[in-house]
């Protein structure tokens, strides 16, 4: 059984698209995360909600919108695709607010052209 | 603010070499720390942890003591594989988040 899945796999849009990545988690956790991991593998956290309310924002443009419908889901929209979106993005939960692990799912590459 | 630093890679080892790789954190109270691995296409997955000064953590032949005195959690092991070619993350927890490091990329030649 996957614990934290996502989709898609990979996703190639041009600029100015609209795109969404979907994640899902089945280890009945409270906390979930989007990470974003640039082509240096430096990774930059993103978003963070508890149970479904959002309590990070680091600093993200407001063209990625994060939705959590439900605790085990948390999806990215992202508006307007620029090139420097081009990354892998990370979804991941946790059990707890000061996590003593986090569960990452495999990951979306996203490319940009 | 709370951060964490480790050493800049690629690390490049023969199979059966000793591994370190080091790892520093600022924070302010006593985060857990963590290592990570991340292999090639895939997502992170947890290596070993430690919750509290001078617990040790371990699994896979891979060793980090946390060291409250020096603010450390370097990563250990003493004969690495060719299978041990990952990139490795030291982390800290923060509140609602990790704070993790730059990543160390290390590769192990047969």
């Known amino acids: 059984d996957t614990a934290v899945s996502q989709t898609p796999k990979y996703l190639v849009t041009q600029m100015g698209n609209d795109k969404s990545i979907k994640c899902e988690q089945n280890l009945g956790h409270d906390t979930m995360y989007w990470y974003k991991q640039d082509s240096k593998k430096f990774l930059k956290i993103m978003f963070s909600?508890?149970?479904?309310?959002?309590?990070i924002n680091e600093t993200v443009p407001n063209r990625f919108s994060p939705k959590s419908p439900d605790k085990a889901h948390l999806n990215l929209h992202i508006n307007s695709l620029e090139l420097g979106d081009s990354a892998v993005y990370f979804c991941a939960s946790s059990q707890e607010a000061i996590p003593h692990e986090q569960y990452f799912g495999p990951g979306t590459r996203l490319t940009v052209t | 603010g709370n951060s964490v630093t480790q050493m800049e890679g690629p690390v490049t080892l023969s199979e059966e070499a000793f591994l370190t790789i080091n790892c520093t954190y600022t924070?302010?109270?006593?985060?857990?720390l963590f290592w990570y691995v991340q292999y090639p296409g895939e997502g992170l997955q947890l290596l070993l942890k430690?919750?509290?000064?001078?617990d040790k953590g371990s699994n896979k032949g891979f060793e980090a003591t946390y060291r409250k005195e020096t603010t450390s959690f370097h990563l250990e092991k003493g004969s690495v594989q060719v299978s041990d070619s990952a990139v490795y993350f030291c982390a800290s927890s923060g509140t609602y988040k990790y704070i993790f490091g730059t990543g160390t990329r290390l590769k192990v030649l047969a």
């Open positions: 924070a302010t109270g006593y985060p857990s």
């Open positions: 430690a919750t509290k000064a001078d």
């Open positions: 909600y508890n149970n479904k309310e959002l309590i």
